[in-house]
């Protein structure tokens, strides 16, 4: 018997499921008599008595197979091979079924939560979701009118135009839309925009998610994406090692640390092409999201093994608001194995808005952000991210980093390394580190990386002050202590700034580059290798190749390329929720909030 499908009725799905099981009923079993078997009743007179008790050759195909070997196969194939495999017959319909939907990814949208309700409504899929990813975009507001709607298309087919013209691309001659076009996107954008408002201020996404996440009873994986966060990388994330072989392969350190879900993702807003300015709602990123879905996972009494949240604005930690969050969960996530966590410490700025500001304009979102960031460093200091991973004992991959620190003054970080980590505890599975936008001294960092030589494999440091300290003599100490030649990857990005311990206390400055970005530098690259291969002694950071950000071209370049190349047509996306495409136009999933039964009831936000 195959896994929990002893009681499923798979031949009767849920009158609303787009996902309906597609079997072949008029399949025939397959036939084993050949030639010689038919030729044995035939010459039985002529025949060895011994021949004849031979049995009839079988014909040995996928349906001879235990199930145990077919679900072992499934979770080696791609999506495609699998929704072809359900097309053959019955038994193989129901046995790809379980590997179907792994993974969820949805926004914010009444097409995305319709379709999520349906696949909660089947009778096989939602026991076998084991992600699910939330992205953060939504529309923001106040609603455009059609004139300002008009002029947000126009100014962003000139961007279009310059970029594609930069790069010697046809798309560089393509002919603005017709107005008439446009206008047609302005009442879609009405209409995604008014539904969204009404979802927000009743509470009712809360209520969607409870009720679906409590049918999914082997939820492991939890992703709440702001901001593009975990939409860069090449490697997937699901935790394969702890999940059964649910998940795919198990990525870590650096671009590693990523997921697929939301590389190539297309969104429900896609067809709102004129307007890509979506992001988080301003000034709380992320924190609707978060705390809707976490608020979910706790009332149907999930304990999650993965959870990757960022870009998540500081203000969801601060426990005297009385709103829900980490502290509420309890013992909850005690079985995390994978921990990420990005966390914004000020108000975030459109790069449009910065470039068009005057003088005046600018001074007063400088002190906006830090004033906020200086509001996080109080909140950071009282230890709210560091009790909160104390309490995850089991952690094998484990990121916390905070972003957008005032660049006008490097010096002010938004908490110390010991804000955030248990110094005097020690993760015994621990194989994965990485710290961003912290400071600390490198007696502190070595001292806790050095309690975790024996399991920790990879190390990533970015954006990181050294406040009294120099890199001149933290790199030899890790490379010493860690012994770096025997782990897969030691990397540092970013800023890497520190204080001289000479005499002269001269102030350090290394630019390291992004690789997801703009690319690592050179140095960076360097410094890489001098971890890694025990011959090179020579420390490749010196007063002499200081570096520091380069301001003049990064703008720049960031208008010219926003996010190039990142947001293709992703198969997983595709099959399930943002974007779809139906041969009938619009979507077979109805509103949710349009049945008369769902009555919200708005928890404590």
Not at 177 to 187: G, M, N, R, T
Not at 247 to 253: I, K, N, P, S, Y
Not at 334 to 350: H, I, K, M, W, Y
């Amino acid at each position: 018997m195959w896994p929990e499908t002893a009681n499923d009725t798979p031949d009767q799905p849920h009158p609303s499921s787009n996902f309906t099981p597609i079997d072949n009923q008029n399949e025939e079993q397959p036939q084993t008599h050949d030639d010689d078997t038919q030729m044995q009743g035939q010459e039985q007179d002529d025949t060895p008595a011994a021949s004849q008790q031979q049995p009839p050759k079988t014909l040995l195909t996928l349906l001879t197979l235990p199930p145990e070997i077919l679900h072992h196969i499934c979770l080696h194939l791609p999506l495609k091979s699998i929704r072809s495999l359900r097309l053959t017959c019955r038994h193989l319909n129901l046995i790809g079924a379980c590997h179907a939907l792994p993974e969820l990814v949805f926004y914010l949208h009444t097409t995305d939560f319709a379709a999520l309700r349906s696949i909660a409504s089947h009778p096989i899929y939602p026991r076998y979701v084991r992600s699910l990813v939330y992205g953060c975009d939504i529309l923001p507001s106040p609603r455009l009118t059609l004139k300002q709607y008009v002029s947000e298309c126009r100014r962003m087919e000139k961007r279009r135009a310059k970029m594609h013209a930069r790069h010697a691309c046809d798309e560089a001659n393509r002919p603005p839309k017709p107005l008439a076009e446009v206008k047609e996107s302005y009442k879609e954008y009405k209409r995604v925009h008014q539904a969204q408002e009404e979802i927000m201020e009743t509470g009712r996404d809360y209520e969607m998610l409870k009720e679906v996440v409590g049918k999914m009873t082997n939820l492991r994986e939890v992703m709440v994406s702001s901001d593009f966060e975990f939409r860069l990388g090449s490697l997937t994330t699901s935790s394969a090692s702890g999940s059964g072989g649910h998940g795919h392969e198990r990525g870590a350190g650096g671009g590693g640390m990523k997921s697929d879900a939301l590389k190539n993702c297309r969104t429900p807003f896609d067809k709102l092409d004129c307007l890509t300015q979506l992001d988080g709602e301003k000034g709380q990123e992320g924190v609707r999201h978060l705390r809707a879905i976490l608020m979910a996972v706790k009332e149907a009494g999930i304990e999650l093994k993965s959870l990757c949240a960022g870009l998540i604005h500081w203000s969801f930690f601060n426990e005297s608001l009385g709103q829900f969050g980490f502290h509420s969960m309890g013992n909850m996530l005690a079985n995390l194995t994978r921990f990420e966590l990005l966390v914004l410490p000020g108000p975030s700025q459109d790069p449009e808005e910065l470039q068009g500001a005057d003088p005046a304009e600018m001074n007063n979102m400088t002190i906006d952000v830090m004033d906020e960031i200086f509001r996080c460093q109080g909140l950071m200091r009282t230890g709210v991210i560091r009790k909160l991973v104390r309490g995850l004992p089991n952690l094998e991959i484990l990121s916390i980093g905070f972003m957008d620190h005032a660049e006008d003054n490097d010096f002010i970080f938004p908490a110390r390394l010991q804000d955030v980590i248990p110094m005097d505890f020690t993760f015994p599975n621990l194989e994965s580190l990485k710290l961003e936008g912290l400071e600390t001294e490198r007696q502190e960092l070595t001292e806790f990386l050095v309690k975790h030589k024996e399991t920790l494999m990879k190390l990533e440091l970015r954006d990181m002050r050294l406040i009294t300290t120099s890199w001149r003599k933290l790199l030899p100490d890790l490379k010493y202590e860690l012994n770096t030649e025997l782990m897969e990857d030691v990397s540092i990005y970013g800023m890497a700034l520190g204080q001289a311990e000479e005499d002269d206390q001269e102030l350090e400055e290394w630019f390291m580059g992004d690789p997801e970005d703009h690319g690592a530098t050179e140095l960076a690259s360097r410094v890489q290798k001098y971890f890694m291969d025990p011959a090179i002694g020579d420390i490749p950071l010196s007063r002499d190749n200081m570096e520091p950000i380069p301001e003049d071209d990064l703008m720049e370049e960031f208008l010219d390329h926003p996010f190039q190349g990142i947001m293709p047509e992703h198969e997983l996306a595709e099959l399930i929720l943002g974007g779809m495409e139906f041969p009938d136009g619009g979507h077979p999933f109805g509103n949710p909030f349009d049945d008369a039964n769902f009555e919200p009831h708005p928890g404590p936000w």
